[in-house]
């Protein structure tokens, strides 16, 4: 990785963790959009990128707060979920072999859709779903986080419609993430998939989320909760867009 390349992913790393913490969402989205429009490193070492920064966040996370797990909803959803990550890395595996168009096309197809839940106020159930929805959801979860390692967006936002304290969602979902995050590195080494020598300058990106997340925390910009939101549903769209339109122009522009 050349000098110019990883400033570009330090500063993709920060902007990412900066919204994240303000907003509670999409560090892994606009970190794969980000590099997807830029071209810094392969997409699918961005994803092992992403997991492990989701995995050093995660440890920072549940050190102290892993009794407030709700136990029944993560064994509903972790089982489901592990399972449908490896048919999401496989789905992955499809795609790169196909073309790095449909890889582009889908990832920014997932970001499009990811950015419009920014714009949904979850309501609250009055008692708690059902079985089948959390193992519905937890399949979405699971083949997003095996391609992109992106399994966040319909998962929480189907939590945050439960009936439970919102740090138990929290923590249940970073430990849900934290899991998938796990066994997703684990299929990338066992199929031989490791990054180059040189990508592992790319966790320098470590201290600057870490930096980043902090800076966010005591020096937020003088915004609504809602105009966060809105800024990070523009970003995320755009780059959902500009990933995704000229994919599909690519693939589907010659046809009459």
Request: proline share 6%.
């Amino acid at each position: 990785m050349d000098t110019a390349s990883l400033v570009v992913l330090l500063l993709l790393a920060a902007g990412a963790s900066y919204v994240q913490t303000l907003t509670g969402f999409a560090l892994g989205l606009l970190m794969m959009g980000g590099v997807g429009l830029t071209g810094v490193v392969p997409l699918p070492d961005a994803a092992v990128l992403v997991g492990i920064l989701g995995l050093v966040n995660a440890t920072q996370v549940l050190a102290k707060g892993w009794r407030d797990i709700a136990r029944r909803e993560f064994l509903l959803v972790i089982f489901v979920s592990l399972a449908f990550l490896v048919l999401g890395y496989w789905l992955l595996g499809l795609l790169l072999a196909a073309s790095l168009d449909w890889l582009k096309l889908v990832l920014g197809a997932i970001i499009i859709l990811s950015s419009l839940q920014l714009l949904l106020r979850p309501t609250p159930f009055a008692t708690p779903s059902g079985p089948g929805s959390f193992v519905f959801f937890g399949a979405i979860a699971g083949v997003m986080g095996g391609l992109f390692s992106t399994a966040g967006p319909p998962l929480v936002y189907h939590f945050y419609r439960q009936p439970l304290r919102a740090v138990s969602i929290r923590e249940t979902l970073v430990a849900i993430f934290a899991v998938n995050g796990l066994l997703r590195l684990v299929l990338v080494g066992l199929a031989g998939n490791m990054p180059s020598a040189s990508f592992w300058w790319g966790l320098l990106c470590i201290p600057v989320v870490m930096a980043f997340t902090l800076l966010a925390r005591r020096y937020p910009p003088p915004l609504t909760p809602m105009g966060l939101r809105r800024v990070a549903f523009c970003l995320l769209f755009l780059s959902g867009i500009s990933l995704a339109g000229p994919a599909f122009l690519k693939l589907f522009g010659d046809i009459s």
